[in-house]
């Protein structure tokens, strides 16, 4: 199972970017989907999930409203919408996959998710 992450750069305050993650290895097997972010010193804090059918979501208190997760499972691919983005929202985003039985099991600890991408930097500046 590979996750590759891309998407990330730099923005200005209030602006906005995609993030997307592309699974392979997954094809035969459902998968909740989760990203990530990691600001230096900081533990790794999820932002948001996403379940295999996409009928539940998750997001934090700092990606509510602001945040949007979404996935074509066609193209084993999931997407993080951000708008509106702040300075603190610099980090680096992972997006990591954790296959499941059921299509709609989403996890919101990182010690759920079995595989991880290698991150994607994403810079907002004031």
């Known amino acids: 199972v590979q996750l590759q992450a891309s998407g990330g750069g730099l923005v200005q305050a209030g602006g906005s970017l995609t993030l997307s993650c592309a699974a392979s290895g997954l094809t035969s097997r459902s998968a909740a989907i989760g990203w990530f972010r990691q600001i230096p010193g900081l533990a790794r804090a999820l932002v948001a999930a996403?379940?295999?059918?996409?009928?539940?979501?998750y997001y934090s208190d700092s990606a509510k409203g602001r945040f949007f997760i979404s996935r074509d499972n066609a193209k084993n691919t999931v997407y993080l919408q951000m708008n509106n983005l702040k300075p603190e929202d610099t980090a680096v985003y992972y997006c990591?996959?954790?296959?499941?039985?059921?299509?709609?099991?989403?996890?919101?600890?990182?010690?759920?998710?079995?595989?991880w991408g290698q991150g994607t930097l994403v810079t907002v500046s004031s």
């Open positions: 996403i379940s295999w059918s996409g009928d539940n979501t």
């Open positions: 990591a996959a954790r296959p499941t039985l059921g299509s709609g099991y989403i996890y919101t600890n990182g010690g759920d998710y079995n595989y």
